[in-house]
């Protein structure tokens, strides 16, 4: 097969290993040293079988080289090689001279280029393999003397060593050097590769940094003017309304509280992937609770003019009492009676809950959430769960593709699993599984939703620079009954109530973002000046809800965190919490 010339000569592909590189040397330095064996041979008269094993070695190995340029399989190219050097062995070594002869330099340039080459369990063979033909020969030459062929001389055979040590020397330095040449490149290469990668986490800490920034600044602007729309919409369901106000009322109330757990979604995704999620564990009534969750769909149900009815069936073996992360069971519930509804136009959405076992202090409960809609085809289904993914029978329903994978992932937090089978046209079942607390795991943390103490005889002094949220706040404080009430608009002028020895607050109610002092620097100069002895409690009430923000709040001295927007329950329960 004819190549062109500077083919001839090994090349370095860096596309493939340097074990590649390193076996076309090994090949093409043997060519070489029996092209010149095969030469010396007739020059210095060796023995015919000699010169025949010298030059059917040259044809051989250079068949293996022509075969190794021509890309045969790398596996069948060195099991030839490596194949006949076992075969070459065997018939050279007796007529070479034996144990005293130039055999064992041979021997060592195989070893060596198997070294470099094969995979280590197949080098352990290939060592093993040598070691028995060396001691097998040995053992024979011993017992049969005169085996070997014997040199003509002794400064034949002195000099065939030493052409043969040479030789081994000049290949051995060739192939270390080459080896080293391309430990020092690779090295180099993965240095750079690492520089490369320090460079680029660097960047992407600074995205992620520039993330959460962004996260936190959106959901600081947002749900401060829907702390207003939220509170507002609550507090005029409380007053006397004509049935078209109450409606719209209602209307107010179910788009407010959508848009705020579409904010909640985002940021909870964030928070999850990150890793940094943690769950809370409340008692909770959960026929009451789930009940109080279809409520906030009314309206909607209400304002279409097709016939959709949701309803919930409750198992009533589910113990009246669990302890869980209701929050976080709301809001999955929350995302697949929304989607319940947005893809069904008549029919019905239901909700049922179901006991499945109940074992020491765990009860099993299964969630099933179904609805008569348009289904979901195949092609979607492998991809429901996917992040932004909305599925192509949803082009003209809102939606951002968030609730879903939000739902799963809440799910599996809380050591359950989520499922689905849905039909075209005939709709779709989630189910979802979850292990909920007979007793309370930590007692002393348990947040309770109801209580029986009387709020009347507080004090509360509310720091807060937004006038609406100054309002929402004082009407839902009076709601439950509090007229004691001052209101302060920055940090400094928060330090200076609640230092005044005139005001016996019981609780502060304290924004972040305020001018002259924000809110944790309030916190901070309080608590410094009262030496760690509060008379009254500070509870942050804030649109900064990152997980950083929340270690910043406790850090400053504040005993809870209330998110906006705020409403009523919230603030009750809060108040009820950090009551004595």
């Known amino acids: 097969m004819a190549m062109k010339l500077k083919n001839i000569f090994p090349v370095n592909d860096k596309s493939k290993g340097v074990e590649f590189h390193l076996f076309e040397i090994a090949v093409f330095l043997t060519v070489l040293i029996f092209s010149f064996w095969s030469v010396f041979g007739f020059v210095a008269e060796f023995q015919l079988i000699n010169k025949i094993l010298f030059l059917s070695s040259f044809v051989v190995y250079l068949s293996i080289y022509i075969a190794q340029k021509a890309k045969v399989s790398f596996s069948i190219v060195s099991a030839s090689y490596f194949g006949y050097s076992f075969v070459l062995m065997a018939f050279a070594w007796l007529p070479g001279g034996g144990i005293q002869g130039a055999i064992l ?68 330095g060739f192939s270390l050097y080459t080896f080293k040449k391309s430990y020092v490149r690779d090295k180099e290469s993965l240095n750079k590769a690492i520089k490369e990668i320090e460079v680029e986490k660097i960047k992407a800490q600074s995205a992620d940094k520039a993330k959460s920034q962004f996260l936190a600044t959106i959901s600081h602007e947002m749900r401060t003017p829907l702390n207003g729309i939220v509170g507002i919409s609550e507090l005029l369901g409380e007053t006397d309304l004509n049935p078209e106000q109450v409606e719209m009322v209602k209307n107010l109330s179910y788009s407010s509280n959508m848009l705020h757990s579409l904010i909640s979604d985002v940021l909870d995704l964030t928070t999850i992937e990150d890793e940094n999620l943690e769950l809370s564990e409340n008692v909770f009534q959960l026929e009451s609770e789930i009940n109080d969750i279809l409520e906030i769909f009314r309206p909607k149900i209400d304002s279409r003019k097709a016939f959709l009815h949701l309803h919930h069936e409750h198992d009533e073996l589910i113990p009246k009492i669990l302890y869980g992360d209701i929050t976080r069971i709301r809001q999955v519930l929350v995302n697949l009676v929304n989607n319940g509804i947005k893809f069904t136009n008549d029919g019905a ?53 968030l609730g879903l994978t939000i739902s799963k992932r809440l ?102 973002q305020m001018p002259k002092l924000d809110g944790s620097q309030a916190s901070r100069k309080i608590i410094e000046f009262y030496k760690g002895d509060l008379p009254f409690k500070i509870i942050a009430v804030t649109a900064n809800v990152m997980k950083d923000d929340f270690v910043l709040y406790r850090e400053s001295g504040m005993v809870d965190v209330l998110s906006k927007p705020v409403n009523i329950k919230m603030l009750s329960h809060t108040l009820y919490k950090h009551l004595g």
């Open 349 to 401: 959405v239901i909700v049922q809950t179901k006991l499945l076992s109940k074992e020491k202090n765990i009860a099993t409960v299964q969630f099933t959430v179904s609805d008569t809609g348009i289904g979901i085809s195949k092609e979607d289904q492998d991809k429901l769960f996917t992040k932004f993914f909305r599925t192509r029978l949803a082009n003209t329903i809102e939606g951002t593709g």
């Open 105 to 172: 330099q041979f021997i060592v340039l195989i070893f060596i280029a198997g070294l470099l080459v094969l995979p280590l369990r197949a080098y352990l063979i290939f060592i093993l393999s040598i070691a028995a033909i060396v001691i097998s020969f040995s053992i024979y030459e011993y017992y049969n003397p005169d085996a070997a062929f014997p040199y003509l001389s002794e400064i034949n055979r002195i000099r065939d060593i030493s052409i043969a040590s040479i030789i081994a020397i000049m290949v051995l």
């Open 411 to 512: 799910v599996e937090l809380m050591g359950g699993e989520i499922s689905f089978t849905s039909q075209l046209k005939k709709g779709s079942t989630f189910t979802f599984e979850l292990p909920l607390s007979i007793k309370p795991k930590n007692p002393q943390k348990i947040e309770s939703s109801t209580h029986d103490e009387d709020l009347t005889d507080l004090k509360i002094l509310i720091a807060e620079d937004v006038p609406i949220n100054q309002m929402v706040l004082s009407k839902m404080l009076k709601n439950l009954g509090i007229e004691n009430i001052d209101i302060v608009n920055d940090g400094k002028e928060a330090f200076e109530a609640a230092t005044d020895d005139q005001n016996e607050y019981d609780f502060i109610l304290m924004d972040i």
